[in-house]
């Protein structure tokens, strides 16, 4: 069966960096398009980044622009979030998605999601 497992997770200062990786496996990883979203206390999940199968093309919510890079290594079945500058207010639990896609789109919304990790704490202190 399918699996993401999200690590990298932790508690950093304000203006420091994180990088989270997604291990996927049970699926044609090259064939998924790959999403990062993240759940803050009391807030409903909401998207933070989204890459195309083939890693051509990125969509970042406004706020992390400049500051969060999605990649990813289809070779090794594994997507990553860096994430530099932290705020507080990128505090949440973040997880990694995958949709199937027979193009190089992106996808935004949650419910375009088959797939999704446990989740990985990120905690900003300032």
């Known amino acids: 069966q399918v699996q993401l497992v999200e690590s990298g997770g932790g508690l950093v200062q304000a203006g420091g960096s994180l990088r989270l990786s997604c291990a996927a496996s049970?699926?044609?990883?090259?064939?998924?398009?790959m999403g990062w979203f993240r759940q803050a206390p009391g807030k409903e999940r909401e998207f933070v980044a989204a890459?195309?199968?083939?890693?051509?093309?990125?969509y970042y919510e406004d706020s992390v622009k400049g500051r969060f890079t999605i990649s990813r290594d289809n070779a090794k079945n594994l997507v990553y979030l860096q994430m530099n500058s932290l705020k507080p207010e990128d505090t949440a639990v973040y997880y990694c998605?995958?949709?199937?896609?027979?193009?190089?789109?992106?996808?935004?919304?949650?419910?375009?999601?088959?797939?999704w990790g446990q989740g990985t704490q990120v905690t900003v202190s300032s």
């Open positions: 998605a995958a949709r199937w896609s027979f193009s190089d789109s992106v996808v935004t919304g949650a419910r375009g999601y088959a797939y």
């Open positions: 890459l195309s199968t083939s890693g051509g093309r990125t």
């Open positions: 049970g699926l044609t990883f090259s064939a998924y398009i």
